[in-house]
């Protein structure tokens, strides 16, 4: 579309002269506004977003609530309109970039740090006094003019306190994991403090030149959010003052009522810090705080919009001296066109159903580490469990979820009785069809190349050049499950069938993480990792679902599973001294011979076999909470050796081989965001496949190498997405979301 609009004049009124980047939802363009002959910046919303609600909301919300807030501090909007049927924003045009792209050169200056938090400290206080939470602050949302001043910008999430649920564009979790709050990661009430916390994630990474939670999945660094207490920020960066951690520590605190309670109160904490590194009293000001303003989680009911007292600090302009713009009536008509034909729709994008994953997700994390606790902090033992006495080698059938002469009971750890009463009742059934779950894949015929939307119910119909794609992927899912009346909600293993679009739910562990199932080379069984005790272990099923069993058990977490060509053994990585400096392992199949592969000392994950076995392909870090320096390395079996394929200063990880083990498939850290990469076996020739402006990851190849699975969260909400291997040709596959998805090959 960039190509396309370049030298177009949009309405008579603006040339297009370049496209300059790519918004959370929109592409950005300069341009010069010939009555004014003065530069602007303008997004459009791209053509593939025409249909979806979510985008379409977005941008209507962007242009009401950014044209109300009159601030010096925030980008302001100039203008709106379509242009041939895009709608588009007219901005004030920045043209020294971004606060991360100052990051890209390390930490910043103390001084240069003070003067940007001086400017949007204020203009986030403003924005909160006119209820308006932003819930997306990050560096790439903090704009810089030529001299040196900050602006807020990108309100497309933002939530204005007081609006009822139906009328939000996103509810339940929305945001960038590295940079939101432990309640909004939750998806519990907000309130400004929220941003605050945000604020104080950018605090730590200019000082540190790192943020705080680094991890190969947007979904581990929410969790992190939640339950892991951030690095000291002077152990990364010594230069910084005992004073200026304390601020940040204090804006990073899980317990909001424990944080700076304003914006401004944590920038005069960081000017008196600044000014007496070496004070060793609170350094807190005595500043008269506003009532805290509070946004209503989802799944409750909307207070009644109430006027805010104003901050402890005024606009230096009215919002009054200009008139409140709303989007243009056929924007807003063709909107309020699709919430009528398709309710279902706006349930799906813009309601709890998927936007609550993510929230879901995080409640399961919290949840497992609740019940390791304990022991933690009494130095009590693990539950004790019990493990199966022999592993059923023969291989399942169609016919039966349990293999030949293997007991009614499949075999199961004693501490899963949930998932044991399950796995019974299924094998009552003498045929021993698994209960299924069945579910149609919401999709509409795609009209451009790119990703669809999901639209109204039936049988896919992909672009015609994914219509080839058969076969079975396994992933994990959010399910709810009844315990004794109680409704639980816990990340599930699931399997799609591609050619008949029907889900088969396989776990079902309500307290449980179940997730990045991998499926062995001939189809018959499904490797996993789960927590239902506390911490991780490996486990193994049948792809029916039936003969669970565990084949690590210990006190320390065992992750990411992957087998061995010959379907002989299973790889994972295992952490036993808790530094998260992981070591690589392999066990058989039946749980026997449980070998160290590879440990030295760096933070090794992810191991996938190479389809000839000769080669171990995974993520090593030098510093396991330091994610530039994670790359993707290779280990020779055959010789022990170890090279290192990437080096680039950015994350990289999650690789997988190509099915002919000429190419490897792998995740890296591109502008801002996730992306899917590929290189050569020997790390030449490395490219970007497939990127958006949001993260693209968890990416594997289908079984004859023609198709790619991964997950997105490009839509706000994590959903599985199909593509040709050569990343031409996307499409959406999922609407209630998916995570760590990959092929189960056939028999």
């Known amino acids: 579309m960039a190509d396309e609009l370049i030298g177009k004049s949009i309405g008579g009124k603006y040339e297009i002269l370049t496209h300059i980047g790519e918004g959370g939802m929109a592409a950005v363009y300069l341009a010069r506004q010939q009555s004014m002959n003065r530069q602007v910046a303008i997004k459009m919303l791209p053509k593939q977003f025409l249909n979806d609600d979510t985008y379409l909301q977005r941008f209507e919300r962007e242009v009401t609530i950014v ?88 309100f497309g999430i933002a939530r204005v306190l007081g609006e009822q649920a139906s009328a939000i564009t996103t509810q339940g979790v929305v945001g960038t994991p590295s940079y939101m709050s432990p309640e909004q990661a939750q998806g ?62 204090k804006a990073l605190n899980k317990d909001r009522d424990k944080r700076h309670q304003t ?60 008139p409140v713009v709303q989007p243009p009536r056929s924007f807003r008509s063709r909107l309020n066109r699709r919430r009528k034909q398709s309710p279902l729709l706006s349930t799906l994008l813009g309601g709890g159903l998927g936007c609550s994953l993510l929230a879901i997700l995080i409640m399961i994390g919290v949840l497992a580490v609740s019940f390791l606790a304990p022991d933690l902090f009494s ?64 999709l509409v015929p795609s009209r451009t190349p790119g990703i669809d939307p999901v639209g109204v119910r039936g049988t896919p119909e992909l672009l015609p050049v994914l219509r080839p794609v058969s076969g079975t992927i396994v992933f994990a899912d959010i399910r709810p499950a009844d315990v004794n009346g109680e409704e639980f909600r816990s990340l599930e293993i699931v399997t799609l069938n591609l050619d008949t ?30 927590d239902r005790d506390g911490d991780f272990d490996i486990f193994i099923m049948n792809r029916l679902g039936g003969q669970q ?53 760096q933070r090794l994950s992810h191991p996938r076999y190479s389809p000839d076995g000769r080669y171990l392909v995974f993520t090593m870090g030098a510093e396991p909470r330091d994610a530039r320096t994670w790359e993707i390395a290779r280990l020779d079996l055959e010789t022990n050796e170890v090279i290192t394929l990437t080096n680039n200063g950015v994350r990289d990880a999650s690789p997988v081989f190509s ?20 290189m050569n076996l020997d790390g030449s020739n490395p490219r970007i496949l497939y990127d958006t402006s949001a993260s693209d ?39 209630g979301g998916g995570l760590f998805a990959s092929w189960i090959p056939g028999l």
């Open 67 to 154: 044209a109300q807030l009159d601030h010096r501090n925030i980008v302001p909007v100039y203008d709106y309109g379509e242009f041939e049927g895009q709608p588009y924003i007219v901005m004030r045009y920045m043209p020294a970039g971004s606060v991360d792209d100052l990051l890209r050169g390390g930490p910043m200056q103390m001084d240069r740090i003070l003067s940007i938090m001086e400017q949007i400290a204020p203009a986030l206080d403003y924005a909160h006094s006119k209820d308006v939470l932003h819930r997306d602050l990050k560096p790439s949302n903090v704009l810089m003019d030529d001299s040196g001043g900050a602006f807020l910008t990108d």
């Open 188 to 249: 519990k009430l907000l309130d400004g403090r929220s941003d605050v916390y945000s604020l104080g994630v950018m605090l730590f990474e200019m000082t540190t030149g790192k943020r705080p939670f680094e991890s190969e999945t947007p979904y581990s660094v929410a969790v992190m959010q939640v339950t892991t207490q951030p690095p000291m920020p002077r152990s990364i960066n010594p230069a910084i003052s005992t004073a200026v951690e304390r601020v940040i520590l």
């Open 263 to 322: 914006a401004s109160e944590l920038v005069a904490s960081l000017r008196l810090a600044v000014e007496n590194p070496t004070a060793t009293h609170d350094t807190e000001p005595n500043l008269k705080k506003p009532p805290i303003l509070e946004q209503a989680p989802a799944s409750q009911p909307m207070q009644q919009p109430r006027n805010a007292p104003a901050a402890s600090y005024r606009s230096p302009t009215s919002a009054a001296s200009r």
């Open 379 to 442: 130095g009590g033992s693990t539950p004790e469990s019990t493990q199966a006495s022999a592993f059923v080698t023969e291989n399942p059938t169609d016919e039966g979820v349990a293999g030949v002469g293997a007991t009614n009971t499949p075999n199961l750890d004693a501490t899963s009785e949930t998932a044991r009463e399950t796995l019974v009742a299924r094998n009552d059934d003498q045929q021993a069809t698994v209960t299924q779950s069945v579910v149609m894949t919401q």
């Open 501 to 530: 679009w029907t889900e088969t739910q396989l776990t079902q562990e309500p307290t449980a993480n179940n997730s990045y199932p991998v499926a062995s080379p001939d189809g018959r069984w499904i490797a996993y990792q789960s």
């Open 549 to 601: 069993r565990r084949l690590t058990e210990n006190t320390y977490a065992d992750r990411i599973a992957g087998w061995s060509p010959d379907g002989e053994w299973i790889v994972y990585s295992t952490d036993p001294t808790g530094d998260e400096l992981y070591s690589l392992r392999r066990v058989r199949a039946d749980g026997s011979e449980d070998q160290e592969i590879l440990n030295n000392g």
């Open 659 to 678: 099915p002919d083990g000429q190419s490897i498939l792998y995740i890296t850290f591109d502008s801002g965001t996730n992306a899917i990469a590929q």
């Open 697 to 735: 990851w968890a990416a594997a190849y289908s079984p004859d190498g023609a198709y790619i699975v991964f997950t997105s969260n490009v839509s706000g909400e994590d959903q599985l997405y199909l593509m040709t291997a050569d990343g031409g040709s996307v499409q959406q596959i999922t609407s």
